[in-house]
């Protein structure tokens, strides 16, 4: 059974930095996709990064280019999204999906994703 955990949010001040984690159990990623989404209050999911098989191809929604990145820790089966030079607007609830095939230019609709984290809330404060 795949289970997707993910750790790490919290509250900081705008500018500051955040990681958040995500756990992969029954599932081994490396040759597929994962991703990480975001949902505030009365807004739509959005794909907010992935990352491809092997690490080799990272894709990064506009809104958080040149200020997150998103890893991979194959020994840990674990995915990371550094979060950098944060704004209120990215206040949400964080999720972490796996998909059970690779990433592609479709890689930020949800509906490619197979298995999907509990969430994790991030708080920015201005």
């Known amino acids: 059974q795949v289970q997707l955990v993910e750790s790490g949010g919290g509250s900081v001040q705008a500018g500051g930095s955040l990681r958040v984690s995500c756990a992969a159990s029954?599932?081994?990623?490396?040759?597929?996709?994962m991703g990480w989404f975001r949902q505030a209050p009365g807004k739509e999911r959005e794909g907010v990064a992935a990352?491809?098989?092997?690490?080799?191809?990272?894709y990064y929604a506009d809104s958080v280019k040149g200020r997150f990145t998103i890893s991979q820790d194959y020994a840990k089966n674990t995915v990371y999204l550094q979060m950098g030079s944060l704004k209120p607007e990215d206040t949400a609830m964080y999720y972490c999906?796996?998909?059970?095939?690779?990433?592609?230019?479709?890689?930020?609709?949800?509906?490619?994703?197979?298995?999907w984290g509990q969430g994790t809330q991030v708080t920015v404060s201005s």
């Open positions: 999906a796996a998909a059970e095939g690779p990433c592609g230019s479709s890689w930020a609709h949800g509906s490619g994703y197979n298995y």
């Open positions: 029954g599932y081994r990623y490396s040759s597929k996709c």
């Open positions: 990352i491809s098989a092997g690490g080799g191809r990272r």
